[in-house]
C-alpha cells in the first residue's frame, strides 16, 4: 500500500544540517527573475555579493538548495511514484530576518494526511533553527498525490482566504521566462517534470511545468517590491496554495489588497486567464 496513514501521521523524517551563502541567495533571486531592472538600487539589494537581502521563500530552498538529484516521495508509511506528486500548498513563517548566510538544522514530521477520494494530501511540518539553535523558520507543506487516496482517511478542512469585495489595490504583471525553470531546478530542485519534455508529457502536461515554488517565490518578490519598497524584512510569513499549471514564457497577473496586518494576494496565467496561487496571504512584521 502506498500510503498507510498509522505509520505516516507522526513520522519524524532525518534531521537535515546545512548551511547557505550570498552567492547561494542571489542565484536564488536571479532564479526568481530578480535583476530585471539593473539600474535599480532596490532591486540591486537582492544580487549584493556580501550582504544581500533574502526574500523569506528562500526557506523553501536553503536545505536542499545544493541538490542535484530528483527527489524521493518516499518517507515512513508513504510511497509515491514522483510523476504522480504535485505541490500542493506551502507556508513560511520568518522568526527573524534570514542572514545572507548561515548555517541551519531542520527537523520534520509529517503533520498530516488527508484523503480526497482519487487523490492524498501529505502535509509536513518543520522547524528551522541556526548553529546556536535559534529560531529562524518554520514551515508547513502540502503534496497532492493523484490516484493515491481511497484509503478511508478523513478528507481534511479547508482553509480558503475571502478576498475584498472591491478592485485590488494594485495589480502587476510578472513575466515567466521561458528558461525560468531551467534556472529554478538548479536551487536543487532537479523534478524533470520542470525539465524533460517526455517526463512531463507522461505525467499528463504538454511541457515542463515551472515549479510551484518559483510561482510562490516570484510572487512574494512582486509583492514585496509593489507594495512594501522592495524590503523583504518587513515580511513575517508567507502561504499560498497552488492552484493551477504554470509553464515557463507565460506571465503572471498577480492582484493585491492590503488588508490590516497583511496583504492578500492573487496570481493568475494572463494568457488563460487560469488560476496559478490562491489563497496567499503575506503577513507583515
Keep these: 500500500m502506498p500510503i498507510d ?21 542571489q542565484h536564488y533571486h536571479l532564479a526568481l527573475g530578480a535583476g530585471a531592472r539593473p539600474l535599480d538600487p532596490s532591486e540591486l539589494r537582492y544580487l549584493d555579493d556580501e550582504k544581500p537581502q533574502v526574500l523569506p521563500t528562500f526557506a523553501t530552498v536553503a536545505a536542499n538548495f545544493h541538490a542535484t538529484e530528483a527527489p524521493k516521495v518516499s518517507f515512513p508509511g508513504v510511497e509515491i511514484d514522483l510523476a504522480k506528486v504535485v505541490h500542493g500548498s506551502q507556508e513560511v513563517t520568518v522568526h527573524q530576518p534570514i542572514p545572507a548566510s548561515g548555517s541551519g538544522r531542520t527537523t520534520t514530521r509529517i503533520a498530516e494526511v488527508w484523503d480526497k477520494g482519487k487523490a492524498a494530501v501529505i502535509v509536513q511540518e518543520s522547524v528551522t533553527v541556526d548553529a546556536e539553535g535559534n529560531p529562524l523558520w518554520t514551515a508547513r507543506s502540502s503534496i497532492f498525490a493523484r490516484g493515491e487516496g481511497g484509503f478511508g482517511g478523513e478528507r481534511g478542512p479547508s482553509e480558503s482566504i475571502s478576498l475584498p469585495d472591491r ?37 499528463g502536461f504538454p511541457a515542463p511545468i515551472l515549479h510551484g515554488l518559483c510561482t510562490y517565490g516570484m510572487v512574494c518578490k512582486t509583492a514585496v517590491d509593489t507594495m512594501l519598497d522592495g524590503d523583504s524584512s518587513r515580511v513575517a510569513g508567507f502561504r499560498a496554495r497552488f492552484a493551477g499549471v504554470v509553464f515557463p514564457g507565460e506571465n503572471l497577473s498577480i492582484q493585491i489588497w492590503k488588508d490590516t496586518g497583511r496583504l492578500l494576494i492573487s496570481a493568475s496565467v494572463l494568457e488563460r486567464e487560469a488560476p496559478a496561487l490562491a489563497d496567499v496571504v503575506l503577513t507583515l512584521v
Design 167 to 203: 478592485e485590488p489595490d494594485e495589480t502587476v504583471v510578472t513575466p515567466v521566462l521561458p528558461q525560468q525553470a531551467l534556472l529554478y531546478r538548479m536551487c536543487g530542485d532537479r523534478n524533470p517534470l520542470h525539465s524533460d519534455p517526455q517526463f512531463a508529457s507522461a505525467a
Design 5 to 25: 496513514p498509522k505509520i505516516a501521521i507522526g513520522a519524524e523524517l532525518a534531521p537535515q544540517e546545512f548551511s547557505w551563502t550570498p552567492s547561494d541567495v
